[in-house]
């Protein structure tokens, strides 16, 4: 089961799509939901999400995908991370989907991994066309996620930075690249993770991002529009013993949330382990609690 690479336009950027059809549909059968899957903080839909994508797919879905803009196959600025236009880019991938043959307009979902999570909140929040949400492994709130990945002194001197960059680069136009791992610090496991994706062949194309990355990460709080979603069914996963993105993301953003709800935990796992590329027994509890709540409400 292959996608069919597409494109759309958002901000006037060239984004890459990628289609899945359902085998068994044609040309004429009644539509069917369609489900957007959101990459997490990599931007590229086909080193995270593909398995995902694959398997909605193989349950009759319309499923579709897209890197983010200045990310994978998509067009614009390199070396930046902005959660708003990430945002933005949501929003126009699912006007996307309302225009594909077979797709019913009036039943589309989220389903968001990692920094995913957040987009697929804080578009669901702003949206009423997405009738159901799934998120897994998700960060909930940008400047807890940041503060959470540090020792205590560690973020204070990391903060500080960053706005001290801010103000220079206000004043003088100029950018400041730093390795991405400089904000994203990655644990073991993550960096495990980042040489399997190498020696898979998937290209990342740049191991830098500007500061102001981390900035706009920390004003990005979806979780204090979380409760905005309700009536509208949220599923919550989370890994037990992540320490890329804590549980206590999840679990704090669950308490906000209303009903209806529920919350899964994948028992002694990291957060990687949601992936069937990485562990395909947990991975198979995403796939089951993922597929159970799209049939219950989409």
């Known amino acids: 089961m292959n996608p069919t690479e597409v494109t759309f336009f958002s901000d006037s950027d ?8 359902p085998e068994d549909w044609k040309a004429g059968d009644p539509p069917r939901p369609g489900i957007l899957v959101l990459a997490g903080y990599s931007g590229n839909t086909q080193a995270d999400c593909t398995h995902m994508m694959k398997r909605l797919c193989s349950e009759g879905w319309f499923v579709f995908g897209y890197d983010y803009v200045g990310f994978g196959k998509s067009e614009g600025k390199r070396n930046r991370h902005r959660p708003l236009e990430q945002a933005q880019n949501t929003y ?8 594909v043959p077979g797709i019913d307009p009036e039943r589309l979902a989220i389903y968001g991994t990692s920094f995913g999570c957040a987009n697929g909140i804080w578009v669901t929040a702003h949206d009423e066309r997405v009738k159901c949400l799934v998120t897994s492994v998700g ?4 400047y807890e996620w940041m503060r959470s990945i540090r020792r205590p002194w560690e973020w204070l001197a990391f903060r ?18 730093v390795p991405n791992g400089e904000i994203m610090l990655r644990d073991p496991e993550s960096q495990r993770q980042r040489d399997m994706h190498a020696q898979a062949g998937h290209v990342f194309q740049s191991e830098e991002r500007d500061l102001e990355s981390a900035e ?12 905005k979603i309700s009536p509208r069914p949220v599923l919550m ?13 999840q679990l704090t953003a669950y308490e906000k949330c209303g009903e209806p709800k529920k919350l899964v935990m994948l028992p002694k ?25 799209f049939r219950r409400y989409l």
């Open 139 to 142: 960060v909930t709130d940008g």
């Open 92 to 99: 126009d991938a699912l006007t996307y989907m309302q225009t």
């Open 216 to 227: 706009a990460v920390m004003r990005y709080r979806p979780d204090w529009v979380i409760d």
């Open 160 to 177: 500080e930075r960053v706005l001290k960059e801010a103000q220079q680069r206000v004043v003088s136009g100029q950018s400041t690249l």
């Open 269 to 293: 796992s990291g957060h990687y382990d949601s992936y069937e590329f990485r562990n395909p027994v947990t991975c198979q509890i995403t796939y089951k609690e993922t597929i159970d709540w």
């Open 14 to 21: 060239k984004i890459a799509g990628y289609l899945f059809t």
């Open 237 to 249: 996963i989370y890994a037990e013993h992540d320490n890329l993105v804590p549980p206590v993301q």
